[in-house]
């Protein structure tokens, strides 16, 4: 079956770093999305991996193992404004997403 | 408008009523899609659209419809609602499907079905 595993909740502090993981099984693979989505909000794009490595984009990086079937969402100097659910997503053989829960991260001061 | 539009924004229903979601989007997207989203679990697709004139079933689509008949508009028909259809409802677009884009989503609509 498809399944894409990702921590329900994570909490860190403003101006650090946190690491958010995701795993995915599916049939066929065609990259990972990352979406990022305030409550009460609909889901903004945030990257899209396809090749194996690290994808930097100002204070958000995301990396890609095809082989282990796993992801990160590295987000550093954290700021309040963070404070949301990160949902993963991988393209199936159709290019359908398959979504995540999503996990939640809480920013502490 | 820009982007995407969902209408209504919230809509409390009984149940067996006939309710549609309207979706519009005005970036001349090919592909478009509905999702149900519900807590503890991941946006789940309803039905999807390729091109106008084109629909397919997503992982849920029992009790709903949806059509095609323009690029723009993509409307989500719930014939007779049941209180299992309480959700989120977003839809999206991207440029085209058989490849993976980007999908740009609507604000959504929260359902209520008592």
């Known amino acids: 079956g498809q399944n894409i595993d990702q921590p329900t909740e994570m909490t860190a502090t403003e101006g650090a770093i946190v690491q958010i993981n995701c795993t995915y099984q599916?049939?066929?693979?065609?990259?990972l999305f990352w979406y990022q989505q305030h409550a009460g909000e609909a889901p903004t794009f945030l990257s899209y991996n396809v090749l194996d490595g690290l994808e930097e984009k100002g204070r958000f990086s995301s990396f890609l193992s095809r082989s282990k079937g796993y992801s990160y969402l590295l987000l550093k100097e954290l700021q309040m404004k963070d404070s949301a659910s990160f949902l993963c997503a991988a393209a199936d053989s159709n290019y359908q997403l398959i979504w995540g829960a999503g996990t939640k991260l809480i920013i502490k001061p | 408008i820009a982007g995407i539009t969902q209408a209504p924004t919230s809509q409390i229903l009984a149940a067996g009523r006939r309710m549609t979601l309207r979706c519009t989007q005005d970036m001349r997207h090919n592909a478009m899609y509905w999702y149900r989203q519900d807590l503890g679990l991941g946006l789940r697709l309803i039905h999807y659209s390729n091109t106008a004139g084109t629909t397919g079933k997503g992982e849920v689509p029992d009790g709903y419809s949806v059509s095609r008949a323009n690029t723009d508009d993509f409307p989500l028909t719930l014939a007779s609602a049941v209180p299992s259809q309480t959700s989120v409802y977003f839809c999206?677009?991207?440029?085209?499907?058989?490849?993976?884009?980007?999908?740009?989503f609507g604000p959504g609509t929260r359902l209520t079905v008592l």
């Open positions: 999206a677009s991207s440029a085209t499907s058989g490849s993976p884009n980007e999908q740009f």
């Open positions: 599916t049939s066929g693979f065609n990259g």
